[in-house]
C-alpha cells in the first residue's frame, strides 16, 4: 500500500478503519488459501496484512476487533478435519445463572422422576465446569481407537492424531468395558497457556485472548506435531457408547474413570439436595481463582444413573442436569450508536455499537439492547426496569457477558450522559426495505410487515435454512449466502435456487469456478455437498422453513407426527381456512370477554366460539386442525403461525419450488421397530400413579410412538388413569382400545 500512513500518525478512527478493513482482507485471504487452495495474494503480502494489523492493536489495544485476524489459528480447519458421527449424541447443558434457577431445576427433577416431599432429598454431583472443549475419546478393547470434537453434537471432527499427544489421555487402558467412550474437556492451565503466548510472542507467532482458545487451536491442529508442542490436559466426567455399565451412579463412573487411569476433578463431590449444592457452588467458586484453570461454574447431575436414565434428554440437553454459571463479567463503556438489524421473522432487534471494551479477556463491541421497551426503560409489562432509565446514544453503559451469550447492557450512568443526548425513536418502518414496521398487540417485537421482499428477511431467511440444525450445507455458511445473495449473474435468493445453483452455473457464461475465492475443485464440492442434501429428514426441512414459532422441537414433533412431507402439507393445506376462522373467532372472544367484564355478566364464549368457527367451519379443516392443535407440544400459536404461512401465495410458491428440488425423507419411527407402540398415536389422561406425565409421554416416544393431547378418530390407544373424564368417554364413542397404566407399563414391558 503506496499511501500507508504510519501506524504513529493514525488517528483512532483511522486505525480503527484499517483494522476492519484488514480483518475483512485477511479473512478472505485465509479462505482462499485454506479454504478454496486457491491464494489470492503472496505470503509476503499476507505476512505484511498481518504484521500491520500488529503494529495498529498495539498501538490500539482498544480497538481490538472480535474477529481480529491477530487471534485467527491458522485456517478455518473444520474443513481440513475428517467428520467422525458419534455413536451417542454430544449433549450441552442447559444454564442457571441465580440459585432460584437451582432450585427451579430441583423442583423441575423431583416433578418430572413424581418424587414427594416425604421423599426426601435427591443426591447430586457438583463438580466445577471447566472452560475448554469437549471431547469423545473411543476405546475398543481397551486401546484407543478414535477422539472426535463435539461438532455439531452428532457429527464431530476427527482428532485421533492429536488427541493421541496429550499425556492425560492413555492410549490403553486396562479393565475396561469392551466398547468405553470417554468423554470431558481438553483446557489448559494458566501456567502453561502464559508460557505458550510467551514462547509465541518472542517468536513472532500468534498469542491466543485465553486459555480456551489456545486449547481450541491448539488441538485443531492439522500437524500433531504442533498439538504435541502444546501442553493440553483432560479432564473425563461423562461418556458416550458403553458395552456394559460403569456404575450405579455418576461419581462411582467418575471414581471408575479415575481406576482406569484418567483425570478426574478432584472437586467433584455428591451433595445431597439442593442446599449442599448451593454451599459446594459458594466453595468452588471461593477457589476460582486459585485453580490454576478456567472455569466458568458448576455443573450439577443426577448422581442416580438409573433416574438419569429415566429423565432423559431434551432435543439438546439433558434433563438430569444443569451448568450453574458464575456471575458475568462487567465492563463500562461509551454506546456510540444504536443500529437496528432486520431478522428472519422480520423482528426489529436494536443493537449497541460501542467503543471497544474488555470483558473478561473478550473485546466486546456490540451488545443487544432487547427491543424498543428495553431501550425506553420498561420491562413486557410496562414496569420501570433501570429505575426507568431509558438508553441513549452517547451513554456511558455498563456491559456485561454471561457464558457464550451475546453481550448485554444492563445499566447506565445518568451523569455522564452528554446535554445533548436525546430519547432513541425507534423506527416505524423497516430500515432494509422501507414496509411499515407494526407491533402486535402483546408482542415486545416490532416486525417489519415486508415479507419476501424485504431483502434483510430474505437473507436471515436462508442463513436460517443452510444454518447447523437445519440443512447444513459444506461450503454454504452465512458468508456465502451474503455473497451469492448478492450476486448478480448466479444469485441464490430463496432456498430453491440453492438447489438450481449448479444447472445455472452451467449455463452461465461467469462460471463459479472463475471466481473469488473459487476453484474447479471448490465449485465441484460445494455443487456436490448441495446434491446430497436433497435427501434431508422431514424435521429438518420444516424447520429449515424458518417459519415463526416452529423451532426444533415444533419441527421434530410435527415430523414425527405426519411422517412424510406429502402428509405434512396435505393437513396444513385443508387446515388452511381454520386458521383464519380461529383468530377472526378468538378476536371475538377477547372482545366478548371485555364487554361481559364492564356489564358485569358472564362471557358467553361458547356459544361465540360456535357461531364464529365451529358452525362456519367445513368438518375437513376443522378436523385437519384438530389434528395439528392435538399433537403434544403443538399449541394454537404454532399452528397458527405454520397454517397461515402455508397460505400466504408467494410463500407457498417459494415452499412448492423449493419441495420440487428435494426428495424429503420421510421420519422413520425412532428406536426399536420391534417396539409394541412404534407408529401409534397414544393418548394419555387421568391420574398416572407410577410417573408422571412428562416422564410416559418421553418413554412413549423414545419407543417410537406419537403422543397427542386429544382423542381423534387417528387416536390408536388411549392410556387413562383414575379421574379420565371426557376422553376417555370420547374413546369409547369412536372405539380406541382403552389401557390403564398397569396396562401400558406391561404392554411396554416396563412391568
Ligand atoms: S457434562 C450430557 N460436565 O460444558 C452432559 N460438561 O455447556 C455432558 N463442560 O459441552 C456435559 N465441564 O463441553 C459436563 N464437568 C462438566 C463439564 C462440562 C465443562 C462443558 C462440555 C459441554 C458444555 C455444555
Given at each position: 500500500m503506496a499511501t500507508e500512513k504510519a501506524v504513529a500518525e493514525l488517528s483512532e478512527t483511522e486505525a480503527a478503519q484499517e483494522l476492519a478493513m484488514l480483518a475483512d482482507k485477511l479473512a478472505r485471504a485465509n479462505a482462499a488459501y485454506h479454504t478454496e487452495d486457491a491464494p489470492e495474494i503472496s505470503d509476503a503480502d499476507y505476512d505484511s496484512l498481518k504484521r500491520r494489523n500488529a503494529e495498529i492493536e498495539d498501538r490500539f489495544p482498544d480497538l481490538k476487533r472480535e474477529d481480529s485476524p491477530s487471534e485467527q489459528v491458522g485456517a478455518p480447519v473444520s474443513e481440513s478435519f475428517a467428520k467422525v458421527e458419534h455413536s451417542v449424541r454430544m449433549m450441552s447443558l442447559a444454564n442457571a445463572f441465580a440459585d432460584e434457577d437451582v432450585r427451579d431445576f430441583n423442583d423441575t427433577v423431583r416433578r418430572y422422576l413424581g418424587l414427594r416431599d416425604s421423599d426426601g432429598g435427591l443426591a447430586y454431583t457438583a463438580e466445577p465446569k471447566i472452560d475448554g472443549l469437549s471431547l469423545s475419546i473411543r476405546y475398543e478393547n481397551g486401546k484407543m481407537v478414535s477422539a472426535a470434537t463435539r461438532g455439531d453434537g452428532a457429527v464431530g471432527e476427527n482428532v485421533t492424531a492429536n488427541a493421541r499427544t496429550i499425556d492425560d489421555i492413555p492410549e490403553t487402558i486396562e479393565g475396561a468395558p469392551e466398547v468405553l467412550?470417554?468423554?470431558?474437556?481438553?483446557?489448559?492451565?494458566?501456567?502453561?497457556?502464559?508460557?505458550?503466548?510467551?514462547?509465541?510472542?518472542?517468536?513472532?507467532?500468534?498469542?491466543?485472548?485465553?486459555?480456551?482458545?489456545?486449547?481450541a487451536g491448539s488441538l485443531r491442529q492439522i500437524d500433531p506435531k504442533i498439538t504435541a508442542a502444546r501442553p493440553l490436559k483432560f479432564f473425563a466426567y461423562a461418556w458416550g457408547e458403553l458395552s456394559e455399565p460403569l456404575a450405579d451412579t455418576q461419581m462411582g463412573a467418575i471414581e471408575r474413570f479415575a481406576k482406569l487411569g484418567f483425570q478426574t476433578n478432584p472437586l467433584t463431590r455428591v451433595c445431597d439436595g439442593i442446599d449442599e449444592m448451593l454451599a459446594h457452588y459458594r466453595d468452588i467458586e471461593e477457589q476460582r481463582a486459585t485453580l490454576g484453570y478456567d472455569i466458568d461454574g458448576v455443573v450439577y447431575k443426577v448422581d442416580d444413573l438409573d433416574l438419569q436414565r429415566r429423565l432423559g434428554f431434551r432435543s439438546t440437553t439433558p434433563r438430569w442436569a444443569i451448568a450453574h454459571k458464575f456471575p458475568a463479567e462487567l465492563a463500562w463503556t461509551r454506546l456510540e450508536k444504536i443500529e437496528i438489524q432486520v431478522g428472519r421473522t422480520g423482528a426489529l432487534s436494536p443493537v449497541a455499537r460501542l467503543t471497544p471494551v474488555t470483558v473478561g479477556g473478550v473485546v466486546v463491541s456490540n451488545a443487544t439492547l432487547h427491543n424498543e421497551d428495553y431501550i425506553a426503560g420498561r420491562d413486557a409489562k410496562g414496569e420501570p426496569i433501570r429505575d426507568g432509565k431509558d438508553i441513549r446514544e452517547g451513554d456511558w453503559v455498563q456491559v456485561y457477558r454471561a457464558g457464550d451469550v451475546i453481550p448485554k447492557v444492563a445499566d447506565v450512568d445518568l451523569s455522564k450522559r452528554p446535554e445533548d443526548a436525546t430519547r432513541y425513536a425507534f423506527p416505524h418502518v423497516c430500515p432494509e426495505?422501507?414496509?411499515?414496521?407494526?407491533?402486535?398487540?402483546?408482542?415486545?417485537?416490532?416486525?417489519?410487515?415486508?415479507?419476501?421482499?424485504?431483502?434483510?428477511?430474505?437473507?436471515?431467511?436462508?442463513?436460517?435454512?443452510?444454518?447447523?440444525?437445519?440443512?447444513?450445507?459444506?461450503?454454504?455458511?452465512?458468508?456465502?449466502?451474503?455473497?451469492?445473495?448478492?450476486?448478480?449473474?448466479?444469485?441464490?435468493?430463496?432456498?430453491?435456487?440453492?438447489?438450481?445453483?449448479?444447472?445455472?452455473?452451467?449455463?452461465?457464461?461467469?462460471?463459479?469456478?472463475?471466481?473469488?475465492?473459487?476453484?474447479?475443485?471448490?465449485?465441484?464440492?460445494?455443487?456436490?455437498?448441495?446434491?446430497?442434501?436433497?435427501?434431508?429428514?422431514?424435521?429438518?426441512?420444516?424447520?429449515?422453513?424458518?417459519?415463526?414459532?416452529?423451532?426444533?422441537?415444533?419441527?421434530?414433533?410435527?415430523?414425527?407426527?405426519?411422517?412424510?412431507?406429502?402428509?405434512?402439507?396435505?393437513?396444513?393445506?385443508?387446515?388452511?381456512?381454520?386458521?383464519?376462522?380461529?383468530?377472526?373467532?378468538?378476536?371475538?372472544?377477547?372482545?366478548?370477554?371485555?364487554?361481559?367484564?364492564?356489564?358485569?355478566?358472564?362471557?358467553?364464549?361458547?356459544?361465540?366460539?360456535?357461531?364464529?368457527?365451529?358452525?362456519?367451519?367445513?368438518?375437513?379443516?376443522?378436523?385437519?386442525?384438530?389434528?395439528?392443535?392435538?399433537?403434544?407440544?403443538?399449541?394454537?400459536?404454532?399452528?397458527?403461525?405454520?397454517?397461515?404461512?402455508?397460505?400466504?401465495?408467494?410463500?407457498?410458491?417459494?415452499?412448492?419450488?423449493?419441495?420440487?428440488?428435494?426428495?424429503?425423507?420421510?421420519?422413520?419411527?425412532?428406536?426399536?421397530?420391534?417396539?409394541?407402540?412404534?407408529?401409534?398415536?397414544?393418548?394419555?389422561?387421568?391420574?398416572?400413579?407410577?410417573?408422571?406425565?412428562?416422564?410416559?409421554?418421553?418413554?412413549?416416544?423414545?419407543?417410537?410412538?406419537?403422543?397427542?393431547?386429544?382423542?381423534?378418530?387417528?387416536?390408536?390407544?388411549?392410556?387413562?388413569?383414575?379421574?379420565?373424564?371426557?376422553?376417555?368417554?370420547?374413546?369409547?364413542?369412536?372405539?380406541?382400545?382403552?389401557?390403564?397404566?398397569?396396562?401400558?407399563?406391561?404392554?411396554?414391558?416396563?412391568?
Open positions: 467412550e470417554v468423554r470431558g474437556e481438553v483446557y489448559m492451565s494458566h501456567a502453561d497457556f502464559e508460557a505458550l503466548n510467551a514462547r509465541h510472542a518472542e517468536t513472532g507467532g500468534k498469542t491466543f485472548a485465553n486459555p480456551r482458545n489456545a486449547a426495505c422501507g414496509s411499515e414496521a407494526v407491533r402486535e398487540e402483546g408482542d415486545a417485537v416490532r416486525r417489519c410487515t415486508g415479507g419476501l421482499i424485504c431483502p434483510a428477511q430474505a437473507v436471515e431467511k436462508l442463513k436460517h435454512f443452510v444454518s447447523r440444525a437445519a440443512f447444513d450445507i459444506d461450503g454454504l455458511g452465512a458468508k456465502q449466502i451474503e455473497m451469492f445473495y448478492a450476486d448478480e449473474t448466479l444469485p441464490i435468493r430463496e432456498p430453491a435456487d440453492i438447489f438450481t445453483l449448479e444447472k445455472r452455473d452451467a449455463q452461465n457464461l461467469a462460471r463459479l469456478k472463475n471466481r473469488d475465492g473459487y476453484g474447479e475443485t471448490s465449485a465441484k464440492k460445494l455443487f456436490k455437498a448441495i446434491d446430497e442434501k436433497r435427501k434431508t429428514p422431514l424435521n429438518r426441512v420444516i424447520f429449515a422453513l424458518g417459519i415463526r414459532h416452529v423451532g426444533e422441537v415444533a419441527a421434530a414433533d410435527l415430523a414425527r407426527h405426519f411422517n412424510s412431507w406429502d402428509a405434512f402439507t396435505k393437513a396444513v393445506d385443508t387446515a388452511g381456512p381454520a386458521a383464519k376462522l380461529y383468530i377472526a373467532a378468538e378476536e371475538k372472544v377477547q372482545q366478548e370477554r371485555q364487554a361481559a367484564a364492564s356489564e358485569g355478566r358472564r362471557a358467553q364464549v361458547a356459544q361465540i366460539r360456535f357461531a364464529y368457527w365451529e358452525a362456519r367451519l367445513a368438518e375437513e379443516a376443522k378436523a385437519a386442525w384438530d389434528d395439528i392443535v392435538g399433537i403434544d407440544g403443538i399449541g394454537a400459536t404454532v399452528a397458527v403461525s405454520l397454517v397461515t404461512t402455508f397460505q400466504q401465495e408467494a410463500e407457498r410458491a417459494s415452499i412448492d419450488r423449493l419441495a420440487a428440488e428435494l426428495d424429503v425423507q420421510d421420519v422413520a419411527a425412532p428406536a426399536t421397530s420391534d417396539s409394541p407402540v412404534a407408529g401409534k398415536t397414544v393418548v394419555f389422561t387421568g391420574t398416572l400413579e407410577k410417573m408422571t406425565r412428562a416422564e410416559a409421554k418421553a418413554r412413549a416416544e423414545a419407543l417410537g410412538a406419537k403422543v397427542s393431547g386429544s382423542v381423534s378418530a387417528k387416536t390408536d390407544l388411549l392410556v387413562a388413569g383414575p379421574g379420565a373424564g371426557s376422553k376417555a368417554t370420547k374413546a369409547a364413542d369412536l372405539g380406541v382400545e382403552t389401557i390403564d397404566e398397569d396396562g401400558w407399563l406391561a404392554l411396554i414391558g416396563d412391568a
